[in-house]
């Protein structure tokens, strides 16, 4: 079994993870739950003498763990193991693992927990061996809360985990907390600077035991920075050094805005020593990061700096690509709500669309609805998903939308012949590679019933309510989607709406959730749709949006719906 495949069997995909060990200088791997090794850098490779492929899907005790003599080392006497079980950090100076030559290596290692993303729990295992040491050179005298260089080693890959493994900038924020204070610091302060060059106090907060604690009265916008000062904030916040700092540096008089705020800060908090680093991206300064201590006796000192630094660069990498990431995220929203249509009004029915985007760290998609008057008088219905999930979707989601309109009104066709005249066309002058939909006509049959008229490109079937409660999905007219260039003929069907029924199309983000079946996304949006068929029909469509959509819902929403009155 290759390692490709033995991922596979363990289900975990873990390139964050993968890519972060490799700023580890020490070898490196991450253990899932049972203790399969499912990431693994470049420098265990080494020392173990063997390569990822050789590594990955097999448990670390039995591969790698023995004793001083290479004999298998019973679990029960494995100090790493235990500590494994028990979830908690650990460290050891005097054990041995196996390497593929048959040779024992001499390790100290450090294990802790280790955050992968998708709310999946693992551990980082760091270790190196005096054979192969990674700082030959005289080491300072580490101060009370200095970490070992394990620690340090476990702390900067773990920061690359967790901030790389979202794209939200408060998330981001939070995650960096949690990971300085109470680790490095009793105090954490983050100062931001905005696209406007302003200076925001983003965040202030302070360990009170294992509890973090936010001061929002410390925060706000700050004076602007200054273009000369030597204080340790605003050469910080230019990208020019960091530097330690205490009570003491702002005793004189203060040479601008930022450094009363500074004296302020230490005042209010009771820091008696701080480190102050830049927060850069490759582009530029984003801000500066205040560690400070109160309850710890020891004060900062020089050799502490090195590490500071490496955690705010990594931080300013986190922030950097979140930013991006949420500037193209609202320029996708923004376009993507200009671009849906207003919906028309149609005499004798009533119409409410609704478009959500995406969560928080989840991206634009490119679904859409629409209705629009046709030539016969009847009105085009339409709602549909193009492939993809940025502003290339958006964009192609109104090629697409445009298309069908003109299509629909210059073709007095059934809906089949003109989705196909729009498939033909989508693969030969627009970038769409694939998407869904349905479209159809609705127009006034007798006796207060409507009738609609539709084909379904692959997409999720309508929903059909009556006043009474009775739902049921409208299967029929259901064929490919578009993009396959399969050339087959479309089908059509018709469904008459009887008064008070309620018909809804909606795109799949409604339904879908991780790890559940489509039938069950279906049968819940059912049965709350008849639960709800006695609502106006505003509140029908909100309630059916907040009941139906799953909480981890990582998609687009568009849903339309329309009914007919009673008579």
């Known amino acids: 079994m290759t390692g490709s495949e033995r991922r596979e069997v363990h289900g975990l995909s873990v390139p964050t993870a993968s890519a972060a060990l490799e700023a580890v200088g020490a070898g490196a791997y991450v253990v899932d739950e049972q203790g399969y090794i499912i990431a693994v850098n470049a420098r265990a490779e080494e020392l173990l003498g063997r390569s990822a492929a050789e590594l990955l899907g097999h448990d670390a005790h039995d591969l790698l763990h023995r004793d001083s003599q290479g004999q298998q080392l019973p679990r029960?006497?494995?100090?790493?193991?235990?500590?494994?079980?028990?979830?908690?950090?650990?460290?050891?100076?005097?054990?041995?693992?196996?390497?593929?030559?048959?040779?024992?290596?001499?390790?100290?290692?450090?294990?802790?927990?280790?955050?992968?993303?998708?709310?999946?729990?693992?551990?980082?295992?760091?270790?190196?061996?005096?054979?192969?040491?990674?700082?030959?050179?005289?080491?300072?005298?580490?101060?009370?809360?200095?970490?070992?260089?394990?620690?340090?080693?476990?702390?900067?890959?773990?920061?690359?985990?967790?901030?790389?493994?979202?794209?939200?900038?408060?998330?981001?924020?939070?995650?960096?907390?949690?990971?300085?204070?109470?680790?490095?610091a009793d105090w954490v302060v983050i100062d931001l600077i905005t696209e406007h060059d302003e200076v925001w106090r983003t965040v202030v907060v302070h360990a009170e035991g294992d509890t973090l604690v936010r001061h929002e009265d410390m925060q706000g916008p700050m004076p602007p920075i200054p273009e000369e000062s030597p204080m340790p904030l605003s050469r910080a916040l230019r990208g020019v050094a960091s530097t330690l700092a205490g009570p003491q540096t702002y005793q004189g008089t203060p040479d601008s805005g930022i450094a009363v705020e500074q004296g302020r800060l230490f005042h209010a908090t009771g820091m008696h020593s701080a480190a102050i680093a830049p927060i850069r991206s490759p582009r530029a300064v984003l801000g500066a990061l205040t560690l400070g201590r109160t309850e710890t006796p020891a004060a900062f000192a020089p050799v502490d700096l090195p590490l500071i630094e490496d955690v705010a660069r990594r931080a300013g990498l986190a922030l950097d690509n979140a930013r991006l990431y949420q500037r193209q995220r609202k320029v996708a929203e923004t376009m993507q709500n200009h671009l849906l249509p207003q919906m028309p009004g149609v005499q004798g029915l009533e119409m409410t669309v609704r478009y959500l985007p995406a969560p928080d760290a989840s991206h634009v998609g490119g679904d859409w609805y629409d209705a629009f008057p046709l030539a016969d008088a009847s009105t085009a219905l339409a709602i549909g998903d193009v492939v993809g999930h940025d502003l290339e979707a958006a964009a192609g989601m109104a090629q697409v939308r445009n298309m069908l309109r003109a299509y629909a009104w210059s073709q007095h066709e059934p809906p089949s012949r003109v989705v196909e005249r729009l498939d033909e066309a989508i693969q030969h002058i627009t970038d769409v590679t694939m998407a869904t939909m349905i479209f159809g006509r609705i127009e006034a049959a007798h006796d207060g019933h409507w009738q609609l008229s539709w084909t379904n490109a692959g997409h999720p079937p309508p929903l059909l309510i009556s006043r009474d409660g009775l739902a049921s999905y409208l299967t029929d007219g259901h064929g490919i989607l578009l993009g396959t260039q399969a050339g087959l003929r479309r089908p059509d069907a018709t469904a008459l709406l009887p008064p008070g029924s309620t018909l809804v199309l909606y795109t799949d983000g409604l339904i879908e959730a991780p790890g559940q079946s489509l039938d069950t996304g279906l049968n819940r949006l059912r049965q709350h749709a008849a639960a709800l068929a006695h609502r106006p029909l505003t509140s029908f469509t909100d309630q059916l949006l907040r009941r139906v959509r799953p909480t981890d819902n990582d998609d687009d929403v568009a849903l339309l719906a329309l009914r007919v009155p009673e008579c």
């Open 76 to 184: 029960t006497q494995c100090a790493m193991r235990q500590a494994f079980h028990a979830g908690r950090p650990a460290q050891g100076d005097e054990d041995y693992f196996a390497r593929a030559d048959g040779s024992v290596l001499p390790i100290s290692w450090l294990i802790t927990p280790y955050d992968i993303g998708d709310h999946r729990a693992a551990t980082l295992v760091v270790f190196h061996t005096p054979e192969h040491p990674r700082d030959p050179g005289p080491r300072p005298e580490p101060t009370a809360r200095s970490l070992s260089e394990l620690q340090r080693l476990a702390l900067l890959a773990e920061t690359t985990a967790q901030l790389t493994s979202t794209l939200d900038v408060d998330e981001a924020l939070r995650r960096l907390t949690a990971l300085v204070v109470p680790r490095l």
